[in-house]
């Protein structure tokens, strides 16, 4: 059997924490008087960290110094972190745990490729760790999404070739990074938003699993 790299992205893929990055990002802005909506958020998706404040800063035409900044990353990080404390596998997505089960069935490599700095934990929290042969997060990488350094880096620790590897992505940036990694990208939400990814699903519910073989086989 052909051997493929498998890289999921975290937030809006395997957990749903987009939804705890929103209340810790929703927070800050309210200190600053900037209106953050959920429309907003759309913005944040895939994209680090340091780039959401500047978008946020951005929003509000709000100038602020390097020290600020620092302070309100670090304060975003520490509310976010308080929403993840009670974390558990009911936060896995539906029908993630399908398809993980089934890679690993069939001993096909499994990478995480995350602009999350949380990565691990939350991984464990949800028990889901043992899963994947890879991880690389905002830990690992300089550049964010839409540049494919954190796919590359997955497929380089899993031994597969870029065209080898697919990518499971929630995002624009994340769909885009898989383009120009030459990586086979797959879209979990709208069409409407992920038209740029090969194939396109509303959720892991509607991914069969032999949809996944034939992956494998091509």
């Known amino acids: 059997m052909n051997k493929k790299a498998f890289i999921f992205d975290l937030d809006g893929v395997i957990v749903d924490t987009a939804k705890y990055h929103f209340l ?7 200190e600053l008087n900037i209106d953050f909506t ?17 978008i946020i800063l951005e929003l509000g035409k709000v100038k602020a110094s390097q020290e600020d900044k620092n302070k309100w990353l670090i ?21 993630v745990f399908t398809i ?10 499994v990478a995480l490729g995350s602009a999350s700095k949380n990565a691990r934990p939350i991984l464990e929290k949800t028990g889901i760790l043992s899963y994947f042969d890879a ?10 999404k839409p540049d494919p350094e954190v796919f590359l880096t997955a497929a380089k620790l899993l031994n597969i070739s870029p065209e080898n590897a697919l990518v499971f992505e929630d995002s624009v940036a994340g769909v885009q990074a898989a383009n120009i990694g ?29 949809f996944i073989e034939e992956l494998i086989r091509k």
């Open 135 to 144: 991880i690389v997060d905002g830990n690992d990488v300089t550049n964010a």
């Open 100 to 109: 993980l089960k089934f890679l690993k069935e069939k001993n096909q490599p």
């Open 38 to 54: 959920l429309e907003h958020n759309e913005l944040l998706k895939g994209v680090s960290r340091v780039r959401s404040l500047d």
């Open 182 to 210: 030459k990586m086979t990208s797959i879209g979990i939400g709208e069409e409407s938003i992920l038209h740029e990814a090969k194939y396109i699903f509303k959720d892991f519910i509607a991914i069969d699993t032999n």
């Open 24 to 30: 810790a990002w929703q927070k800050i802005a309210k």
């Open 75 to 95: 304060q975003k990080n520490e509310d976010y972190l308080t929403y993840l404390v009670d974390m558990d596998e009911s936060e896995i997505l539906p029908g």
